[in-house]
């Protein structure tokens, strides 16, 4: 089985400079792709960004400039446990989810464009490259920084586009004041970066620039990942790509220096908890009494096949705020097992909302870096053999219909090998539509359970790898349309109608 914290891979590797504006995701995306090509990780960014949240708890300006610079010697960088310079520590202690705050946002571009500043950092930056095998994140590095980098890529994304993900990121109505001011200010820090007389945000000439809009998060990584293997096979001795013979021979010589291997993140993660605790049940109960005097629920289906021990992902569409409720409140207790969500981590700040989550098997997902590390999350959650539910879409559908699916529980049920039980939500909708703040009461809806499967079991053998994750999304998304009336499936209308297996009576 896969692993998250696998050992850095030992063969040589590059010196990759990734650029690009704010939002253009070259932090999540090179996280991603240091992850699977089992390189080192390091957004620079999130060294301008420690500062400018120390100067502004400081109550220092920008214009101070020797008062600026003395910050610098305060902030650390921490590894996790796959080699990512991706936690700040401050003081020792860690101040990573602060320095994403929104204030940090506005103030950061002032700052970045401090002269005095960037050459106090420009040594640190390049230090933690001189090792190789790395990543590096930031706007300036391919220009700058890393002038001699063996790998230039600059990730672009027009403003709309950038804005539209991060309104996504932030639940935001894409037409409303919150998000209009979110694309305002991401051209406002666009025009700062770019004309600033210190570094200005731009392409290094031999870069490769890499458009993203339209592209799911999944393809912006496999650009990614394909451009660095590229370059490694430019790279490697012509003796090194011919076909070994089949004695032993000896690796050719590089000059290199070989990262060390990562150090493990301070204390090991506890292990997740797995039993289905009496708040638990207790939450499940309230759910289906509420939901029983609400709506008119029919189960229907596989739900006596859901594996009881093992790794299990239950997908479902997202048509509605009820979905989670109806799930959670009547398989919890048919399963005798705590069923795990990830969840955005503003959640927990709600009073009684986020102590309940927090104990009810709800783990909170940083929006920042909600891709790589909800990934990371949901791996570690189905290697310990729990079970992980998931809504491929990523939000709630706009009009009841099946959307498009994010890759991600492709990849998480190829990597671990665990079942997927497909569930249509039906009708949900139309009791809770999006935009109102209560469901309508009396609404027949029903949650009908496909019967498990495994995706490596249904593919075609020997597909790559971008093949083989794309034809387990349509797979499982098509288990899932054909779960549902004709009017949710969208584009997925192909899907055949579903076989019902009544469980009860209904509620």
Known sequence: MASSSAPLDPRPGLV???????????????????????????????????????????????????????????????EDENGRLARV????????????????????????????????LLERQRAIADAGRIIVAGRDIGTVVLPNADLKIFLNASAYERARRRAEERDLDPDGPEATAVLAELRRRDELDSTRAVAPLRAADDARVIVTDGNPFERTVDLVVDAIRDAEREREPVAARAEPPATAIEAPRVERVQPAAPQPAPGADPPIEGSVTPLIRFIAWGGRVVGSSVARLRIEGAIDDIPRTGPVILVANHASNADPVVI????????????????KRELFDWPVVGWAAARGGVHPVERTGADLDAFRLALRILEEGHVLMVFPEGTRSRDGALGHAKDGVAMLALR?????????????????????KVPKPGRRIAMRVGSPFRVADELPANLDRRAAKSAATALIMARIASLLPLRQRGSHATAPEPVREPVGSGV
């Open 16 to 78: 990759v400079a990734l650029d690009g504006p704010a939002s253009s995701g070259k932090s999540s995306v090179g996280a991603a792709a240091a992850l699977e090509l089992g390189y080192r990780f390091c957004d620079t960014g999130l060294l301008y960004r420690a500062v400018t949240w120390l100067a502004i708890r400081r109550r220092i300006d920008p214009a101070d400039t020797e008062a600026l610079v003395a910050l610098v010697g305060e902030v650390e960088l921490a």
């Open 416 to 436: 671990t090998g665990a079942p997927i039980v497909p569930i249509g939500m039906v009708d949900t909708d139309r009791f809770w539509p999006r935009g109102r």
């Open 89 to 120: 520590r401050v003081g020792g202690a860690d101040v990573t989810g602060e320095v994403h705050g929104s204030d940090v946002d506005v103030q950061v571009s002032a700052v970045s464009k401090v002269a005095e500043l960037r050459a106090t």
């Open 328 to 343: 959670g409140s009547w398989l919890t207790p048919r399963l005798g097992r705590r069923i795990h969500w990830l969840g």
